[in-house]
């Protein structure tokens, strides 16, 4: 098995260095095993070494390196460029570095780590993606969500020099992250990976660019993985998953604030659907709004989107649900720091029957409101779990997540993560465990005659 195999400990950066010191970027978001791509490096060093390391178990590790090059000359790259029309900064125009062949890599998802001369060093992740996800839990990493919020350049969809008002319209693959490069990988979805990779099951990987570009991408596969930030979502990603959920597929949302906002894929100078389009107003683009202006995400991922910026304790309401098995949880029991910093709530509306598995009471801005996990189950057999909070992921890193967030709650969600993930991988997990409906005697959902 893959994980069996040594790791390498030593896999994160020495120091990300100072700011353009070195970064650079992918001109493939995936690929398939054995197919090659192409890196675009900006760095102020002499030379630089690329090495390559796939995320999982490794026994603790984390990661194991597949590849290293040879040390590479430096080339500082010219300043991004910003397309007017649509604020999209881009550094398609940059040099092209080294091809990496990934022929021998596992499937998997990768951080290639640019090391400068210098010691600094920087990110760029990349997904080695399955041909096929039968028979397989897929793991789903979140590109236009990293996207969204990358900020290199100066702008992203949330922001420009000025503002709001000042944001991108679309935002382009044709640039590095910023920070490490890997910032919304490393902090929401490497270490619900490391679980999965741990707990055994077959796994296949994909990003969710392949969710929209290929509606049988999900064909007879056991489950999808939703990690902890999956935000953006086009309506073909969204025909994919729910048609996939219909057939049997079961769904694991480990995240809050998912399927929100509505996006479309656009062609960049280096090839098909790499920019991200979603204007967020009429004016921009009528096709890129809120999904719940005209068909809530609430009918796939059941709670939806409710609170920012939210603090507060997680508490088990449904100990007894299977998911909870061998936690050791009561009604009542909390965990502190865990609902947040975005949370979902039960809405009217949602698929039935549905279980609520957690209620946790906190304080919205000078708003009362609730956070809620559940658990829904459909006719053709398949069940769909949502966390109902952003810090299900970071949870697992225990103290490190920060927050008042324990080494008792990484061991609950360690443990509850690892029931779904086993479970899920049986095949439709709602014949086994049909949702058994509460909402009605908490006051949620409306009338229901099932």
Same mark, same amino acid.
């Given at each position: 098995?893959?994980?069996?195999?040594?790791?390498?400990?030593?896999?994160?950066?020495?120091?990300?260095?100072?700011?353009?010191?070195?970064?650079?970027?992918?001109?493939?978001?995936?690929?398939?095993?054995?197919?090659?791509?192409?890196?675009?490096?900006?760095?102020?060093?002499?030379?630089?070494?690329?090495?390559?390391?796939? /995320?999982?178990?490794?026994?603790?590790?984390?990661?194991?390196?597949?590849?290293?090059?040879?040390?590479?000359?430096?080339?500082?790259?010219?300043?991004? !460029?910003?397309?007017?029309? *649509?604020?999209?900064?881009?550094?398609?125009?940059?040099?092209?570095?080294?091809?990496?062949?990934?022929?021998?890599?596992?499937?998997?998802?990768?951080? =290639?780590?640019?090391?400068?001369?210098? %010691?600094?060093?920087?990110?760029?992740?990349?997904?080695?993606?399955?041909?096929?996800?039968?028979?397989?839990?897929?793991? /789903?990493?979140?590109?236009?969500?990293?996207?969204?919020?990358?900020?290199?350049?100066?702008?992203?969809?949330?922001?420009?020099?000025?503002?709001? !008002?000042?944001?991108?319209?679309?935002?382009?693959?044709?640039?590095?992250?910023?920070?490490?490069?890997?910032?919304?990988?490393?902090?929401?979805?490497?270490?619900?990976?490391?679980?999965?990779?741990?707990?055994?099951?077959?796994?296949?990987?994909?990003?969710?660019?392949?969710?929209?570009?290929?509606?049988?991408? =999900?064909?007879?596969?056991?489950?999808?993985?939703?990690l902890g930030h999956d935000e953006y979502w086009s309506a073909h990603m969204r025909r994919t998953v729910e048609a996939a959920r219909d057939r049997g597929t079961n769904l694991a949302f480990l995240g809050a604030n998912a399927v929100y906002w509505r996006i479309r894929f656009a062609r960049t100078p280096l090839g098909a659907g790499r920019?991200?389009?979603?204007?967020?107003?009429?004016? %921009?683009?009528?096709?890129?709004?809120?999904?719940? !202006?005209?068909?809530?995400?609430?009918?796939?991922?059941?709670?939806?989107?409710?609170?920012?910026?939210?603090?507060?304790?997680?508490?088990?309401?449904?100990?007894?649900?299977?998911?909870?098995?061998? *936690?050791?949880?009561?009604?009542?029991?909390?965990?502190?720091?865990?609902?947040?910093?975005?949370?979902?709530?039960?809405?009217?509306? /949602?698929?039935?029957?549905?279980?609520?598995?957690?209620?946790?009471?906190?304080?919205?801005?000078?708003?009362?409101?609730?956070?809620?996990?559940?658990?829904?189950? /459909?006719?053709? %057999?398949?069940?769909?779990?949502?966390?109902?909070?952003?810090?299900?992921?970071?949870?697992?890193?225990?103290?490190?997540?920060?927050?008042?967030?324990?080494?008792?709650?990484?061991?609950?969600?360690?443990?509850?993560? *690892?029931?779904? =993930?086993?479970?899920?991988?049986?095949?439709?997990? %709602?014949?086994?465990?049909?949702?058994?409906?509460?909402?009605?005697? =908490?006051?949620?959902?409306?009338?229901?005659?099932?």
């Amino acid at each position: 098995m893959e994980n069996a195999r040594k790791g390498s400990p030593h896999w994160r950066t020495r120091r990300p260095g100072a700011e353009h010191e070195i970064e650079g970027f992918a001109d493939r978001v995936s690929m398939l095993p054995g197919e090659s791509f192409r890196l675009y490096v900006s760095t102020t060093a002499a030379r630089y070494t690329v090495r390559a390391f796939r /995320v999982g178990w490794y026994g603790g590790a984390g990661a194991r390196k597949v590849w290293e090059s040879e040390p590479l000359p430096g080339r500082r790259q010219a300043p991004p !460029e910003t397309i007017a029309a *649509t604020r999209t900064v881009t550094a398609a125009r940059w040099k092209p570095g080294p091809a990496v062949d990934t022929s021998g890599w596992p499937e998997g998802s990768y951080l =290639l780590r640019l090391d400068a001369d210098t %010691g600094a060093g920087r990110y760029v992740p990349v997904t080695v993606r399955s041909a096929s996800t039968r028979g397989r839990l897929v793991v /789903v990493n979140a590109v236009t969500t990293w996207q969204a919020y990358n900020d290199w350049g100066g702008r992203s969809l949330y922001r420009g020099p000025g503002g709001f !008002e000042d944001r991108s319209r679309a935002v382009s693959f044709d640039r590095p992250y910023d920070t490490s490069g890997a910032r919304l990988f490393l902090d929401m979805e490497r270490d619900a990976i490391e679980v999965a990779e741990r707990s055994g099951v077959p796994l296949a990987y994909v990003t969710n660019r392949e969710l929209d570009d290929d509606p049988h991408i =999900l064909d007879g596969a056991t489950g999808l993985i939703s990690l902890g930030h999956d935000e953006y979502w086009s309506a073909h990603m969204r025909r994919t998953v729910e048609a996939a959920r219909d057939r049997g597929t079961n769904l694991a949302f480990l995240g809050a604030n998912a399927v929100y906002w509505r996006i479309r894929f656009a062609r960049t100078p280096l090839g098909a659907g790499r920019l991200v389009v979603c204007g967020k107003d009429d004016a %921009g683009d009528p096709g890129t709004r809120l999904w719940r !202006e005209d068909e809530p995400e609430s009918s796939l991922t059941g709670p939806m989107y409710d609170c920012f910026p939210a603090e507060a304790a997680y508490v088990v309401y449904n100990p007894g649900h299977w998911i909870f098995k061998g *936690t050791g949880v009561r009604r009542g029991t909390a965990f502190p720091g865990m609902a947040g910093v975005e949370t979902d709530k039960v809405f009217s509306g /949602v698929p039935r029957p549905m279980e609520i598995l957690s209620i946790s009471p906190l304080n919205c801005g000078g708003r009362s409101t609730i956070a809620h996990s559940a658990y829904y189950t /459909v006719p053709g %057999g398949a069940a769909v779990f949502s966390s109902g909070t952003m810090r299900w992921v970071c949870a697992l890193r225990g103290a490190r997540c920060g927050h008042g967030v324990t080494g008792r709650a990484a061991a609950f969600v360690r443990r509850a993560t *690892t029931n779904i =993930l086993r479970t899920f991988a049986a095949g439709p997990a %709602g014949r086994l465990h049909p949702a058994e409906d509460n909402l009605e005697p =908490l006051g949620l959902g409306g009338p229901w005659d099932g």
